[in-house]
């Protein structure tokens, strides 16, 4: 089970910090990933990062302005969203998977959790 929080409504510029805590006691097995979808949208990545933590990536749209982190000792990964922009507004998603995202494996499991919505204003 995956619970986000941290969600909220900000000006453009403000910053937000996402929390995602996992229900597992393999939380080091998965990558970790932000996505978010925005109404009438279909689900963007956003972020992930390896399981040791020691690499991420980032889309093009937010490179520079999020930084995804996470602390394998309590189970969580962050999205740390700063110089926020109205296009930022979406429900925000916390995914773990077994494997990256851009290969195909039989054997993925891949979780999602609820989503936290975020809501820029211009």
């Known amino acids: 089970q995956l619970v986000e929080s941290g969600g909220g409504s900000v000006e453009a510029g403000g910053s937000l910090r996402l929390s995602c805590v996992a229900s597992?006691?393999?939380?080091?097995?998965?990558?970790m990933n932000w996505f978010r979808q925005a109404p009438g949208k279909e689900r963007e990545f956003v972020s992930g990062i390896t399981r040791g933590g020691e690499s991420a990536d980032y889309a093009d749209s937010v490179k520079g302005r999020f930084t995804i982190a996470r602390d394998n000792a309590k189970n969580t990964v962050y999205l740390q969203m700063t110089n926020l922009k109205p296009e930022d507004t979406a429900t925000y998603y916390c995914?773990?998977?077994?494997?990256?995202?851009?290969?195909?494996?039989?054997?993925?499991?891949?979780?999602w959790g609820q989503g936290t919505q975020v809501t820029v204003s211009s």
């Open positions: 995914n773990a998977d077994t494997h990256p995202r851009t290969i195909v494996a039989a054997t993925r499991r891949t979780y």
């Open positions: 597992t006691r393999t939380f080091t097995n998965y990558i």
